[in-house]
Nanobody, 126 residues
Framework: QVQLQESGGGLVQAGGSLRLSCAAS????????MGWFRQAPGLEREFVGV???????NFADSVKGRFSISRDNAKSTVYLQMYSLKPDDTAVYYC????????????????????WGQGTQVTVSS
């Protein structure tokens, strides 16, 4: 059974930093592209960033230059490091896993991912 468990969310002031973690189990982690998505109240889920099985990253324009993603295949864990947080970053953050052969170039599309975590709340106060 595949499980993704996010942690590290919380309340932070604008300009602060947080690091989210997502621990995966039940899958061959190195075969999966790992994405981060977020959903704010009343809004649709949106792509935040992705790290491929080889470590290449891509980000949404809204977080580019402020967020970074890394993965530790030995620990089956992916990290989302967030700097210079803004109130607009307030959302539930989800990690997702998609088989490398299925994601292709559509890494920004949530529908491409097979497994999702339950999410962790990030609240940025002004």
């Amino acid at each position: 059974q595949v499980q993704l468990q996010e942690s590290g969310g919380g309340l932070v002031q604008a300009g602060g930093s947080l690091r989210l973690s997502c621990a995966a189990s039940g899958l061959t982690f190195s075969n999966y592209v790992m994405g981060w998505f977020r959903q704010a109240p009343g809004l649709e889920r949106e792509f935040v960033g992705v790290v491929t099985s080889g470590g290449t990253t891509n980000f949404a324009d809204s977080v580019k230059g402020r967020f970074s993603i890394s993965r530790d295949n030995a620990k089956s864990t992916v990290y989302l490091q967030m700097y210079s947080l803004k109130p607009d970053d307030t959302a539930v953050y989800y990690c997702a896993a998609g088989y490398v052969g299925h994601i292709g170039s559509d890494y920004y599309a949530g529908s491409r991912y097979s497994y999702w975590g339950q999410g962790t709340q990030v609240t940025v106060s002004s």
